[in-house]
T-cell receptor
Framework: EAQVTQNPRYLITVTGKKLTVTCSQNMNHEYMSWYRQDPGLGLRQIYYSMNVEVTDKGDVPEGYKVSRKEKRNFPLILESPSPNQTSLYFC?????????????FGSGTRLTVV | DQQVKQNSPSLSVQEGRISILNCDYTNSMFDYFLWYKKYPAEGPTFLISISSIKDKNEDGRFTVFLNKSAKHLSLHIVPSQPGDSAVYFCAASEAAGNKLTFGGGTRVLVKP
């Protein structure tokens, strides 16, 4: 089954403790992206990658890092999480220039930073 | 400043009636628009899209209308069903396959 898999689904952590949220897709998609969803703000892009070793900032990259060493994986790294990073996170992937289906999203990771 | 706005955070409609969801955008470079549907504890899933060369696209019960001069699009669901109860996100892109910019979402409740 074609899918985007995120882990973990739920995570509670303390301020300053480094964490990684993993994302993997099995569709051989070039484009991968991380979004966060906050009430009233919709989904905002954190980082994206157009292929292996090619990453770039989205709209809200502060406090986050990513890497793309393999085509299928695109982990999101919070080096020193803070409470304002408490949010619902989604990983997404697509073929470049694919129409009209847009992104395939993972099921989400709900992160709470206390 | 949000480039894509959904001004109605929620909508309640009776089963069998029409649901109309609205979306406004400010970036005139957007030329591709999508609607996503999201159930609780799941990721958004693609629903329907439209490119700027069209003003209407229909897929079963779902129709999207685009008014480029007004920078406005809408999603019509006819007839609405209880399974349509979800959050709907409008999204826009300057080019297909590239970055999607999302609106804040509209929560739809279809009452039996």
């Amino acid at each position: 089954e074609a899918q985007v898999t995120q882990n973990p689904r739920y995570l509670i952590t303390v301020t300053g403790k480094k964490l990684t949220v993993t994302c993997s897709q099995n569709m051989n998609h070039e484009y991968m992206s991380w979004y966060r969803q906050d009430p009233g703000l919709g989904l905002r892009q954190i980082y994206y990658s157009m292929n292996v070793e090619v990453t770039d900032k989205g709209d809200v990259p502060e406090g986050y890092k990513v890497s793309r060493k393999e085509k299928r994986n695109f982990p999101l790294i919070l080096e020193s999480p803070s409470p304002n990073q408490t949010s619902l996170y989604f990983c997404a992937s697509s073929l470049l220039a694919e129409t009209p289906y847009g992104y395939t999203f993972g099921s989400g990771t709900r992160l709470t930073v206390v | 400043d949000q480039q894509v706005k959904q001004n109605s955070p929620s909508l309640s409609v009776q089963e069998g009636r029409i649901s109309i969801l609205n979306c406004d955008y400010t970036n005139s470079m957007f030329d591709y628009f999508l609607w996503y549907k999201k159930y609780p504890a799941e990721g958004p899933t693609f629903l329907i899209s439209i490119s700027s060369i069209k003003d209407k696209n229909e897929d079963g019960r779902f129709t999207v209308f685009l008014n480029k001069s007004a920078k406005h699009l809408s999603l019509h669901i006819v007839p609405s069903q209880p399974g349509d109860s979800a959050v709907y996100f409008c999204a826009a892109s300057e080019a297909a396959g590239n970055k999607l910019t999302f609106g804040g979402g509209t929560r739809v409740l279809v009452k039996p």
